[in-house]
Every structure is written in C-alpha cells, then in structure tokens.
C-alpha cells in the first residue's frame, strides 16, 4: 500500500491563529479524506479532498472552518482556521485506491 | 446509512489469553471490512481486510471473516502479547466512500 507523509507530527497554537496540515502521498490516489480524533474518540469524516475542485464536507464541518486543498493527486492540505481548545485533536489524512485505505501519522493540535 | 458497532472497552487480559472483539455493521450493498490497530501516540494501520462474504482476514495471529449472514466481522486471536495493547478499530467501506469507523475498543494485556 502506499505511505502518506503528515506534517506537523504535532504542534501547540495559540487560539485565534490558523495551522496548516500538509500530506503527501508517494503515489497516486484516487480518494483523500480528512478525519478529526478527539481525545479517546474514534474518527469523524471531515471532508473529502476532491482532486482541482473544493472539498466535500460532512453535516458539522465548514469550509470557512477547515479550508482543503488537492492540487494534484498525490498531495492535499488541511488548515484549521481561528482555533480554539476545542480544536483540539489529532487530525488524520487517508488516501484510498481500491479497496484499501491507508492513514498519515496524524497530527496532534494543542490549542492553548 | 452505513454503520458499523463494536464492543465497548476497554478490554484488560492477561498474556496469553484468547481475545474476542465483537464488530457488527449495517450496509446497503457488499462493502469490503477491516479491523485498523492504534498504538498509544501513532496513527491508524491496517491490521486486516475482507473483502466479499466467508473472506477471512488474517495479520500477527489476529485473524476475522467476513459473516453476510451474521453481518459481523469479530476479531480474535488466541495468545495475545503485551506488545498487543492498543485501541482496536472495526470499519467498513462500499466503493469509493470513505470508511466507516466503529467507536474503538481498547485492548490492555497485562503480563
């Protein structure tokens, strides 16, 4: 399967600043996700990265929010825009072809 | 819409026990199954997959088959190992959709 690169590993920000998440795939995907992990939760979908147009987002999650970027095929970004605590989480990137799905390292944001 | 529930932990053994995690879900069509491993700090890998009925899944001594008539895909393994504590996630997926992930259900093996 193929190996996605996720940075920040991990980073504390101050609330009303922006992060940006950046992954990249070392081959080619059909599908990118965006996944959110609160402290002892499982995954929530954020979005879809949708390769050259905008992102689609689940019930909960706007764009304004969490702005996505998919220039290309192999790489995509997340920003989690005038955080707060409560955006406080680790946040996952997945790429997916086929049937399989495989996840970045994620990335844990303490919101201070 | 697609579901996917799972035993709640967490689940304490001691080494060398049998473990059992329960994983049923619900779909319109024939997804394909997984069960996902979390250590403690790291991201999600992939443990195992099935992808079409009596499919059975298999990975480190952790085996699972694909039950269209139960609608279940439960993961066991017959010794576990400390090194096996971790937070267990069972997830489906139909096509091009993104998973579907159970609630998680963590797993500690005391020695």
């Known amino acids: 399967s193929a190996v996605i690169s996720q940075k920040p590993s991990r980073d504390i920000c101050q609330r009303g600043t922006s992060l940006t998440i950046q992954c990249q795939v070392d081959?080619?995907?059909?599908?990118m996700f965006w996944y959110r992990q609160q402290p002892g939760q499982s995954l929530t979908l954020i979005a879809t990265?949708?390769?050259?147009?905008?992102?689609?987002?689940e019930s909960g999650f706007v764009i304004d929010k969490f702005p996505i970027s998919r220039p290309n095929l192999t790489f995509s970004t997340l920003t989690v825009s005038n955080m707060s605590p409560e955006d406080s989480s680790i946040y996952l990137c997945?790429?997916?072809?086929?049937?399989?799905?495989?996840f970045g390292q994620g990335t844990r944001l303490t919101v201070v | 819409g697609d579901s996917v529930t799972q035993m709640e932990g967490p689940v304490t053994l001691s080494e060398e026990a049998f473990l059992t995690i329960n994983c049923t879900y619900t779909?319109?069509?024939?997804?394909?199954l997984f069960w996902y491993v979390q250590y403690p700090g790291e991201g999600l890998q992939l443990l195992l997959k099935?992808?079409?009925?009596?499919d059975k899944g298999s990975n480190k001594g952790f085996e699972a088959t694909y039950r269209k008539e139960t609608t279940s895909f439960h993961l066991e393994k017959g010794s576990v190992q400390v090194s096996d504590s971790a937070v267990y996630f069972c997830?489906?997926?139909?096509?091009?959709?993104?998973?579907?992930f159970g609630k998680g259900t963590r797993l500690s093996v005391i020695a």
């Open positions: 990265a949708n390769q050259g147009s905008e992102a689609t987002y």
């Open positions: 997830a489906l997926r139909s096509g091009n959709t993104p998973l579907v």
């Open positions: 081959s080619q995907v059909t599908m």
């Open positions: 099935a992808t079409k009925a009596d």
């Open positions: 779909a319109t069509g024939y997804p394909s």
């Open positions: 997945s790429g997916a072809g086929g049937t399989e799905a495989f």
